[in-house]
């Protein structure tokens, strides 16, 4: 079963996504099967929150994981997190008000096939991009972080498959990219908020990573990123740095941050870059329940910023 003292394959997120929605049917409202990957595996939106008494509609937060398939910590925090605000509903104050205001909708896995195929042999360990065979080309797979359709492919992504910032041949080669970006815009205007989480080099990005222009919410979006990080560095002291991606990591154009600031109406758009402490991608399953607990007050931050606005 799901624990959050190990990494697990994929099909025990699914177990744990379907156990958590009947275990706590009034809080985990849907699981959505949104479509399959190119090797047939089912991707799913869980969809949790405490529905308002009067029926009215709460702001959204989505939340993924995992594009990138060697990050296994994403996915591990993001389903603590989920788990930690159901599960504790009863009993601690921040998860209730976070259930009570926010509709959540959680993809934990993003890219299936390349997460079972991280964990297939030790020697995929490192795998970051989908498992797609390339027409015209021996080599497989795509940076589905670079396959976004807005400003696909001007900077920091490149036309060669054997890459791993290989942008696919056209925008949405990648069916799942295809699936997740038709379950997000279903959710436009609710989603005011998105979170897809990565790692290793603990930052939480903004928008635009294509290019260094500012966005038109670039002030609040340092503002409440910096009111984030603070209450994930305040819990056991590991520093996060704030900014646009150009700004301090680098421009790459065509990923999920950017996308669903333009295009899905998610004003407070980020990329959360966890924890790395040296161990870069391969970082030990002793670290997950840290992680999980001092992101899930970064989240809580955000959610509270989302919620007096909207
Ligand atoms: O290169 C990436 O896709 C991300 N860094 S990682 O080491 N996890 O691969 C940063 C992406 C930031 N930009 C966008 N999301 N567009
Ligand atoms: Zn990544």
């Known amino acids: 079963g799901m624990t959050w003292t190990a990494y697990h394959r994929y099909s025990t997120m699914v177990s744990w996504m379907d156990s958590l929605r009947s275990r706590y049917p009034d809080l985990v409202n849907e699981k959505v099967m949104i479509g399959k990957t190119y090797e047939g595996r089912n991707m799913y939106l869980l969809k949790v929150g405490k529905p308002r008494a009067d029926g009215k509609m709460k702001p959204g937060i ?6 990138h398939a060697r990050e296994w910590i994403a996915g ?7 788990n930690k605000m159901v599960t504790e509903y009863e009993t601690n104050s ?8 926010i509709d959540w909708y959680i993809v934990p896995s993003a890219n299936p096939d390349g997460y079972e195929y991280s ?13 797609r065979v390339n027409p015209f080309s021996t080599d497989t797979g795509c940076d589905a972080n670079r396959n976004f359709d807005f400003k696909w492919m001007v900077a920091g992504a490149v036309q060669t498959p054997r890459e791993n910032t290989y942008a696919g041949a056209f925008p949405y ?38 290019g260094y222009e500012r966005s038109e919410d670039y002030d609040e979006l340092m503002r409440v990123g910096r009111a984030a990080t603070d209450a994930l560095t305040a819990v056991y002291g590991i520093p996060y740095e704030v900014g646009t991606a150009p700004d301090i990591l680098y421009r790459a154009a065509g990923g999920t941050l950017d996308w669903a600031k333009a295009k899905a109406g998610a004003k407070y758009s980020y990329t959360p870059e966890l924890r790395d ?8 399953p002793n670290q997950i329940i840290p992680s999980g607990l001092e992101t899930f007050e970064a989240v809580n931050v955000i959610a509270q910023a989302i919620f007096e606005e909207f």
């Open 173 to 210: 080669s990648e069916i799942e990219n295809v699936h997740v970006t038709e379950a997000l815009l279903a959710l436009v205007p609710q989603v005011k908020g998105m979170l897809s989480f990565h790692s290793a080099a603990q930052m939480w990005l903004l928008p635009w990573a294509y």
């Open 277 to 284: 402490l040296g161990f870069g991608f391969v970082l030990p």
């Open 62 to 67: 989505y939340m993924d994981a995992n594009i």
């Open 94 to 101: 921040t998860a209730r008000r976070m259930m009570n205001e």
């Open 76 to 82: 591990a925090t993001l389903t603590f997190m989920v």
């Open 119 to 131: 964990h297939a042999a030790p020697n995929n360990r490192l795998w970051r991009k989908t498992r």
